[in-house]
């Protein structure tokens, strides 16, 4: 069999880039002004690499000050940072954190061959070998004197946001086709029953409401393993979902590691190690279970997660620097 050429191959893959960026453009119409010209800053950088079809590149120099610009908008935090009043309004275009996140160095995941569980663990031995080391570690005993499994259920976070208080947070609807947190608690109370035959769902959101937070803190204290010198944020996390539903497989582009209680449920977590460490590192799994926590730094673990209780999985996390 003649293989293909290679500016066949070539051609192929500059076609298929364009038709990507055709299909992201296309569903940016309609979106806020932010989010197209985001949409168009990313247009350009394939532009400028591959040129419009069946022409040849533009000339660099009449497109020197739009590459620039372009690439700010399109892979810059700093840009994006300015541009936003708090950092749980705005996220970063996937497409860009994708194609331009820095390589990661190895040593995050080499020599990892399960994620190890511990309990009654020092917060020094904590600092020392997981906080800031990359490396994924469970904490058994890390929600002992909690009341937040007793507390947190859908009836009560429903009631907590009852009036669109969320309206200004991050929300994550996966694939439920919920269209805002108050589209999910507004969903049917069969569907919020898990009863038979109907539809399964799993959504995460942050909490941007302080007084809000200050309810959910009557619930759980500070991890007690977390170094001395550590801050918590005061941005809360929460994920929510039905057996056999979870996130798929993603990156995050957050600042700081973050730790995921386990209020209730069971969540399977799996773990893939950086692209370019993919040979040189192990994929993992964990089950997380009620009362444990999980700490991952998600900026450079892949991870995916899937419910495997009976009963609805609640998770409630931050990041702490």
């Known amino acids: 069999m003649t293989p293909e050429p290679e500016s066949a191959r070539t051609n192929k893959s500059a076609e298929q880039l364009r038709s990507e960026v055709r299909r992201c453009l296309g569903r940016a119409k309609g979106l806020p002004l932010l989010w197209r010209l985001r949409a168009l800053a990313l247009f350009g950088l394939a532009y400028l690499k591959l040129g419009p079809p069946g022409r040849r590149k533009p000339p660099k ?45 190895c040593s995050v995941c080499e020599g990892v061959r399960r994620i190890e569980k511990l309990s009654s663990v020092d917060p020094w031995l904590f600092e020392e070998r997981y906080a ?95 170094p001395a010198t550590a801050e918590t944020e005061k941005t809360d996390w929460i994920f929510m979902g039905s057996p056999g539903y979870g996130a798929p497989m993603h990156v995050d582009d957050v600042e700081y590691p973050s730790w995921q209680a386990q209020i209730r449920g069971r969540k399977k977590w799996i773990l893939e190690p950086p692209r370019e460490c993919h040979y040189s590192c192990d994929r993992l799994e964990v089950v997380v279970e009620p009362g444990e926590i999980i700490v991952l730094d998600t900026n450079k673990w892949y991870h995916q997660t899937l419910i495997v209780s009976e009963d609805v999985s609640i998770t409630i996390g931050a990041e702490y620097d």
Request: overall charge neutral; some cysteine.
């Open 132 to 226: 800031y080391s990359g490396r994924p570690v469970v904490v058994s005993d890390a929600t002992a004197n909690w009341t937040a499994a007793g507390a947190f259920s859908f009836d009560f976070l429903r009631e907590l946001y009852r009036g669109g208080r969320a309206a200004e947070c991050q929300f994550f609807p996966y694939r439920t086709g919920f269209r805002s947190l108050e589209d999910f608690f507004n969903m049917s109370a069969s569907r919020a029953l898990l009863r038979t035959g109907s539809e399964p769902w799993y959504v995460g959101w942050s909490n941007c409401d302080e007084a809000i937070g200050d309810v959910l803190r009557r619930h759980y204290d500070r991890p007690y393993f977390l």
């Open 61 to 105: 120099s009449l497109l020197a000050g739009v590459l620039l610009v372009t690439a700010a908008l399109a892979v810059s935090p700093a840009v994006w940072n300015r541009l936003r009043f708090d950092r749980c309004l705005i996220e970063q275009p996937s497409m860009a954190r994708q194609l331009f996140r820095p390589a990661e160095d």
